[in-house]
């Protein structure tokens, strides 16, 4: 069974009170499927990239760790990027330069054509419709495009048949304004999902399933240097023991699951970077200057 995941590629700029240490590739689903890769899965990306350096650096972050890139296409435009600014041990993750103020993202439409019955991770529910025939797994960690959704647009999301759906406490306020329904137990039933994880950050993770649903306690908070990456690492490592478990869902396989998956999240809040457990920051490209959102 293949793994592929689809999405526009992204790479991570890091800041030291506003001067650059370095980049890597990043947003979540990359760094899932990054993950994945390193612990022994056969990974295909699909998507689009900038034609320029950092691309080229979120490309190689990829291909190093044996990813085929072959279908990722190199469109005309600047590689979306992430700041990720480390001011006096507070970390703030933005869309736009802190340098400059620039802001470098676009949203191109990808283009793409599977077999039935693949594993894939994508980054956007916008390609839910082309997906019936897969088994998807979708984090999100942000409301913000399910905000867009039309009320139409809603029950189509609500109504697709996930594998596994992993969503922290921030989307599930929302859900469950949107849904107007009581309680966070009561989104199992109305998502259709095989197996529903809830994120709570230092308050645990809950699991809700169809024969269950069982929460867990952060036996002890990891010292963190930076915490990208955790969640990323969390949920690959929640796919990986899901596969190993032949895509069956019970108690023990939730138990086992969460301990192995919180064992190497903590490792990764270590490093700075999403990937940094695995691979160090690139250098900055030679051909910028003050920052990385225009060449010379």
């Not at 793994?3 to 980049?23: A, H, L, Q, S, T």
């Not at 979540?28 to 994945?36: C, E, K, Q, R, T």
């Not at 992430?82 to 001011?87: D, E, Q, S």
């Not at 329904?181 to 994880?197: A, Q």
Request: charged content about 25%; proline content about 2%.
């Amino acid at each position: 069974m293949k793994i592929i995941g689809i999405g526009n590629i992204v790479c991570d700029i890091y800041y030291n009170n506003g001067k650059i240490i370095g980049c890597n590739g990043g947003k979540s689903w990359a760094n899932i499927v990054f993950n994945l890769s390193n612990m022994g899965h056969d990974i295909k990306v699909i998507g689009n990239c900038g034609n320029d350096d950092l691309g080229q650096i979120a490309l190689d972050s990829l291909k190093k760790t044996k990813i085929n890139i072959s279908e990722i296409q190199i469109i005309n435009k600047p590689t979306n990027l992430f700041h990720i600014n480390i001011v006096d041990n507070e970390i703030t993750t933005k869309k736009r330069c802190p340098i400059c103020q620039n802001k470098t993202w676009s949203d191109s439409p990808i283009k793409f054509k599977l077999d039935p019955q693949n594993i894939v991770i994508i980054d956007s529910i916008k390609y839910l419709k082309k997906l019936r025939k897969q088994i998807v797994m979708l984090d999100i960690g942000y409301q913000n495009e399910l905000e867009l959704l039309s009320d139409n647009e809603f029950i189509d999301f609500k109504n697709f048949k996930f594998e596994i759906l992993n969503i922290n406490y921030r989307v599930v306020k929302y859900l469950i304004e949107r849904m107007k329904i009581e309680k966070e137990e009561d989104l199992f039933n109305y998502l259709n999902t095989k197996l529903l994880i809830i994120t709570k950050g230092t308050d645990g993770v809950s699991y809700y399933f169809k024969e269950n649903n069982m929460h867990f306690n952060l036996s002890e908070i990891a010292e963190e240097t930076d915490p990208n990456g955790a969640g990323d690492m969390f949920f690959a490592s929640t796919i990986n023991s899901y596969i190993k478990n032949d895509l069956i869902i019970n108690n023990t396989f939730i138990s086992k699951s969460f301990e192995e998956a919180t064992q190497l999240s903590k490792e990764v809040v270590k490093t700075i970077g999403a990937r940094g457990y695995y691979q160090e920051l690139y250098d900055a490209p030679s051909t910028y200057s003050n920052c990385l959102c225009k060449s010379n």
